[in-house]
């Protein structure tokens, strides 16, 4: 996925992947990659919180702050999102997460700066992507 935000564009509200790419046995990864100079609190970097990855997937439901989110996604619930952190990232700085680390996104606050970055998920090809029937193409890496 390409993410080309804008100043002024609202962010994602904080969600697990495997909310939106169930797959079994649980495989995925995440590589979230920094296409700008400089990705920070200003342009609304990513925020994570650390060690929920081992909660397990928790409910999504309605995003609650529609000025600093997209409306269209998810938001999970049941947990402190106060916790997170922000990633800044330079260009070429990837981070790796797992499927159902929370994490999130703000709104882009700069007046001149965008906030593009490439994510790709991986998933071990013994696994099977469910309900997606458009990610279910599976393609050899070498």
């Known amino acids: 996925m390409y993410f080309y935000k804008e100043p002024g564009s609202p962010g994602q509200a904080s969600h697990q992947d495997y909310y939106y790419i169930e797959n079994d046995p649980m495989t995925m990864i995440a590589a979230w990659t920094a296409m700008e100079d400089l990705i920070d609190e200003e342009t609304g970097c990513l925020w994570v919180m650390p060690g929920t990855h081992k909660l397990g997937l928790l409910p999504h439901g309605a995003v609650k702050d529609i000025e600093e989110h997209e409306a269209w996604t998810d938001e999970t619930e049941g947990v402190d999102t106060s916790r997170q952190i922000p990633i800044v990232m330079k260009k070429g700085d990837i981070l790796f997460f797992s499927e159902l680390l929370i994490h999130s996104s703000r709104k882009n ?32 890496l070498y």
């Open 109 to 140: 606050r700069s007046k001149d700066r965008w906030r593009r970055s490439y994510v790709c998920h991986y998933i071990r090809e013994d696994s099977n992507v469910l309900h997606r029937e458009d990610l279910r193409q599976k393609y050899p």
